[in-house]
């Protein structure tokens, strides 16, 4: 079962990293470019939207069964791990940080359904999707998808 949950995390990271940026992108595109916000502005946000909440299920399921995850505090110590920096990345950093970033989906994308005209929509979607972006960037294991 570890080795599914940890293929199905890996793949559909790519998705997810795919989606946020385009979403991301199209914002910052219909805010500096003054476009009118159309209905696959909507579909484009909702999208990177399902997909990094499905991510965050995986996710979590990961990190109760894979020994890099709960179970690496559990068996070495929380003081062991944080001195790791590997173990502290898939531990500590990488759940924290991509959970902060699906928080941050979820309040742009709420917050942009409450704006009734496009300038406000794209930024909204814009600063919230980008910061999630700079976060899911930073705390990718890259060393992990490279080898």
């Known amino acids: 079962m570890y080795t599914t949950v940890q293929f ?17 992108l199209n914002a910052l595109a219909g805010f500096f ?3 009118e916000y159309q209905p696959k502005d909507f579909r484009i946000s909702l999208f990177a ?3 990094t909440h499905i ?23 929380m003081g062991t791990v944080m001195k ?5 990345l898939y531990a500590v950093e990488h ?4 959970i902060l970033a699906v928080i941050f989906i979820t309040i742009g994308y709420s917050k942009h359904k409450k704006k009734l005209v496009s300038k406000p929509k794209f930024k909204m979607l814009a600063i919230f ?8 960037l930073s705390r990718i294991p890259w ?3 490279f080898a």
């Open 84 to 88: 790791d920096s590997m173990l502290r």
């Open 95 to 98: 759940i924290t940080v991509m």
């Open 8 to 24: 199905l995390h890996s793949y559909w990271a790519y998705l997810t990293l795919f989606m946020v940026l385009i979403a991301t």
């Open 49 to 51: 939207l399902i997909v």
């Open 129 to 136: 999707y980008t910061i999630a972006l700079v976060f899911m």
């Open 143 to 145: 060393q992990q998808w």
């Open 55 to 77: 991510q965050l299920l995986i996710g979590l399921l990961l990190y109760f069964i894979s020994p890099l995850g709960l179970k690496s505090i559990t068996n070495n110590g």
């Open 33 to 35: 470019g003054n476009k």
